[in-house]
Nanobody
Framework: QVQVVESGGGLVQPGGSLRLSCAVS????????MGWYRQAPGKQREPVAG???????NYVDSVKGRFTISRDTAKNTVDLQMVSLKPEDTAVYYC?????????WGQGTQVTVSS
């Protein structure tokens, strides 16, 4: 049993900041990767940022320089610090965890960037 829970979403003005958090609990043997995805209205879900156990980090081009992904392996958490938010960042953000070649998803947290 694996539980994935996101938090930290909300409504912010353009240029504002938010920090999303993802907590993983349950039958965790070995986490291969953790990451954040988002799905905006009318668009496909896309990967935003990911970090593998070996340390490799990837960002989608549109968030490079503005978003930072970090992890705490001891607490099984992964955060996404978002600054200089744009209306285009508005989406439901999902946390994904890969354990033994199986993916687990959270329920998502809404991020709305609007004036």
């Amino acid at each position: 049993q694996v539980q994935v829970v996101e938090s930290g979403g909300g409504l912010v003005q353009p240029g504002g900041s938010l920090r999303l958090s993802c907590a993983v609990s349950g039958s965790i043997f070995s986490i291969s990767a953790m990451g954040w995805y988002r799905q905006a209205p009318g668009k496909q879900r896309e990967p935003v940022a990911g970090i593998r156990s070996g340390g490799t980090i990837n960002y989608v081009d549109s968030v490079k320089g503005r978003f930072t992904i970090s992890r705490d392996t001891a607490k099984n958490t992964v955060d996404l610090q978002m600054v200089s938010l744009k209306p285009e960042d508005t989406a439901v953000y999902y946390c994904n965890v890969e354990i033994l070649n199986k993916n687990y998803w959270g329920q998502g947290t809404q991020v709305t960037v609007s004036s």
